[in-house]
């Protein structure tokens, strides 16, 4: 029979082991490996039952097992030890503390955040990349403020059918059982946040608390007795539901979460936050509800709108349209105004801020990226390459702009080294360069941090990786015996599974969501060439797969079980593998295990790609396509890159043919050959200094330490001095100066551009003028007269703009020096700019001229998307005129 409720008895510490409660209630046990082996000796037995979960293993200790401990002074100089290092941990200053200038504190939204398989809130890499993201600034001692979502069923849990079609399962979590607390009002009551909807129905919530090391995590919950049935639900799952679900629940996320840190901050005194951080499109609301705070102070929307900006950092983590949230535009406007949220906020208004421009815009739909870019003064991608892509897919905001000067930089994702690196790993730093310094190394590198490891011998670096691998063969037969149960199989049937894999063979290994441009069916493109490597009698290779297909993409379904099917085969299936339910737990063995880890993305639509990171913090090489964080840091050294053919004229199925063919290629003439060449005491000498090569160069490079540093210094400092500079005053002096820019602009002109003969170079070569030849070091005087438009000269920048030219006269890596105004603007409002350009390369040389809006508090000059250049020259010319010189 089935219990018609459920709650969680918890049992009752004894005095002396209460401090276990607060090292299971705070996530630095994830990442921290002295209290996990602490949780492990209380009981081992139930430690492995409860999966590594220190909340749900103290639920279930015995009261006898209890006693005992807390009478063993063995066990509690240990528990003493590790509470005193939390203590220290949580309060000693770190990394930030010791630098000037950054945010009192920054808010950080994300949709789904993956800190521990205890705590299941993700579904892939942006979950996993928002934990990361925590638990490095925990460790640097950054003052953020994670806000998401508490989803009751998470993200689905994977398995397979019989013929290996994915099934999906919804596991419900009840949040007594998590390591959750209650975000509460000095009365006890739970503190809420309440939206409004259409009808005068309430969205209401409670807000959940997780310790994250020394970051709080406020998730928000939907599964309020007060709501309605309809209501209650919206945090049900992770991207579940249609459109108005997921509307609400991103709703929640932005307008809820800014209203949650504004109770967190007045419940618990934590300084407000100076900046905030929107890591996807799915946060954006956030803006909004700061928007309206400011205008139901009194400010007005434009200047409300300047102070927004300036204290907003947005990141994209998508290189295609198709990823980006898109609503239905009366759907949006019905969920706003006065019948809904943010009556303070006219509806048009926020219409525009969503609106697509551009050729393929969808006069219909409001878009969330958009949003999210128009309210942030700051924007990234998430790896250079993806940093390119995004300039180019949004570049329709800025339609005068090249795309490369579209003002959205990149900082390149890394991964938490403490919580992906293995303990066996972790174990040859500290016993070299002692634990504290090992610890520092992991998560705050720094260049020579890794060097310790030119010190290991060879062998000792080959008998971990292959202790690494044995693990791993152990963890997938005893995985895959679990799921052929799950499929049907009786344990008769299952007796092959002891030979799967063998702790000897080159293991690679791929593991990642399921969209179609991962491409995880690459492999398979010809078969037959695939089964001659995994079965080369001298040099075999075994492949270990896993991953999750969205629940409504049949089409990523069909890739899983065509890639299980092939995986079933008698003849090769004690050589390739597929493993249901990848996630976090697994990931932390499956990384390790390792010797190359496979990424074949259709380039260049993988953002960044972190799970090549984590693995290489291992010593496992890497194995890609030249995409996201590869393209930017791929050394022969660190493994090899598979050739593309996304320059060449091929249809899709052609080019999956070619680069399959190099997949294939690779494998059998480069890195199984590397990996069984050895030498004469059976070590694979140049295989291990790539090992050793990728753990000391790469290892520093990747890390989340490395990443927030990054976005701290170059990110959230500038957003905090923004924000501060923007007091009400100034803020509504920004927006008039905008306005007022605004409304000139159209008779901003650049009237006429004149080059005088320039002064001898050092040879006595000279410039004739215009359209000449010219010769290295000579310098061009240039004269410029504007038309300001009414503007005033501070107003603007007028900048020449030079360079190498290609064959369809664009400027190449251009170089653009400012100008300087020669004297007052004459009777009709023109002003003469006068400057120097030195001719500093060969080749043919181009140059042109332009304005730009100028004012201290812009974050970047394109900004506003305004710039006047010379009139177009040629009968139906679409370039801007300037010079060439050849």
Known sequence: ?????????????????????????????????????????????????ADGDPVRLLGSVPADRLAALAAD??????????????????????????????????????????????????????GILAGDHLKAASDLGVPLIGVGLLYRHGYFRQSLSREGWQQEHYPVLDPHELPLTLLCEPDGAPAQVVL?????????????QVAVG??????????????????????????GGGSEHRLLQEMLLGIGGVRAVRAYCRLTGHRAPEVFHTNEGHAGFLGLERLQELVAAGAETDAALEAVRAGTVFTTHTPVPAGIDRFDRRLVARHFGPDGELPAIPVERILELGAETGA??????????????????????????HGQVSRELFADLWPDFDAEEVPITSVTNGVHAPTWVAPEVHRLG?????ARRSERALSVGGAGSWDFVADVPDREIWELRRSLRARLVAEVRAR?????????????????????????????????????????????????????????????????????????????????????????????????????????????????????????????????????????????????????????????DFGWAIPTADGADTDEARRDDLEAAALYELLAERVAPRFYDRDAAGLPGRWIEMVRRTLAGLGPKVLAGRMVREYVERLYAPAARAHRALDPAAAGALAAWKARVREAWPRVAVDHVEAGRSAPAADGAALAGDGAAAELGTVLPLRVGVGLGGLAPADVEVQVVAGRVGADDRIIEPVVTPLKPAGGPDLEGRVVYEGPLALDRTGPFGYTVRVLPAHPLLADAAELGLVAVPPRTGAGSDEAAGVLLR
């Open 196 to 208: 409004a909807l259409p009808g005068g129905r309430l969205l209401r919530a409670r807000i959940w």
């Open 214 to 239: 020394r970051v709080p995590l406020l998730l928000l919950d939907s599964g309020v007795e007060d709501n309605a049935p309809g209501e209650r639900g919206v945090t049900d799952r992770l991207y």
């Open 73 to 126: 002074p063995g066990f509690l100089r240990r528990l003493s030890a590790a509470a005193e290092d939390l203590s220290r941990y949580l309060g000693e200053p770190r990394w930030y503390q010791r630098r000037e200038g950054g945010p009192a504190a920054i808010a950080y939204f994300s949709p789904e955040f993956g800190i521990t398989a205890a705590l299941p809130q993700y579904s892939g890499g942006l």
């Open 360 to 385: 393929d815009a969808r006069p219909d739909l409001f878009n969330m990226a958009l949003m999210g870019l128009r309210l942030a003064q700051r924007a990234n991608g998430v790896s250079v390459l």
């Open 1 to 49: 029979m089935k219990a018609i409720r459920r709650f969680t008895v918890r049992p009752v510490l004894p005095e002396p082991l209460r401090p276990l409660s607060d090292l299971a209630r705070n996530l630095r046990w994830s990442w921290h490996p002295e209290t996990r082996d602490l949780f492990e000796s209380v009981d081992p037995d139930g430690w492995r039952a």
């Open 430 to 434: 500290a016993d070299r360069i002692g």
């Open 480 to 636: 895959l015996y679990a799921s052929w149960r799950q499929r049907g199989a009786g344990a008769a049937e299952l007796g092959w599974i002891d030979g799967v894999l063998d702790p000897d063979v080159l293991t690679v290994g791929f593991a990642r969501r399921v969209p179609s441009y991962k491409r995880l069916t690459l492999m398979l493109r010809d078969r037959d060439r695939l089964t001659e490597l995994l079965l080369h009698p001298e040099r075999p290779v075994q492949i270990v797969v896993a991953g999750k297909a969205h629940p409504a993409d049949d089409g990523g379904k069909r890739l899983v079980q065509e890639l299980v099917r092939f995986a079933d085969e008698p003849h090769v299936r004690h050589r390739v593998v597929f493993l249901p339910d990848y996630g976090m737990a697994m990931a932390r063995t499956l990384y390790p295990g390792c010797d190359v880890w496979l990424n074949n993305p259709l380039r260049p639509l993988e953002a960044c790609g972190t799970s090549g990171m984590k693995a290489a913090l291992n010593g496992c090489l890497n194995l890609s396509v030249l995409d996201g964080w590869w393209d930017e840091w791929y050394e022969p």
